[in-house]
Nanobody, 121 residues
């Protein structure tokens, strides 16, 4: 069984910063791409950023230049540094990962439970 656990969410004022972490644990052979998604009330879940195992990154236009995604492959952990936060960044942030477990050929996508980020004065 594989688990993804997010941490680092909270309440921050506009213009502030937060750093989210997503730690994977369990029976893991390899983690392929990982990503951060968010879902605001009444809206669909949307991609924020993703990163390949080799470190190639992709960002939503709305966060380019403000957010930075990174990962530590040795620790099975991914991060999202969020700077210059705006009220419209308020959402529940979820991480996901394509995980290959020992003995299986194909990856399965796992999701974390989400962490709330609220940007408000």
């Amino acid at each position: 069984q594989v688990q993804l656990v997010e941490s680092g969410g909270g309440l921050v004022q506009p213009g502030g910063s937060l750093r989210l972490s997503c730690a994977a644990s369990g029976s893991i052979f390899r983690i392929n791409a990982m990503g951060w998604y968010r879902q605001a009330p009444g809206k669909q879940r949307e991609l924020v950023a993703d990163i390949t195992s080799g470190g190639s990154t992709n960002y939503a236009d709305s966060v380019k230049g403000r957010f930075t995604i990174s990962r530590d492959n040795a620790k099975f952990t991914m991060y999202l540094q969020m700077n210059s936060l705006l009220p419209e960044d308020t959402a529940v942030y979820f991480c996901n990962a394509g995980v290959v477990v020992p003995g299986f050929r194909y990856e399965y996508t796992y999701w974390g439970q989400g962490t709330q980020v609220t940007v408000s004065s």
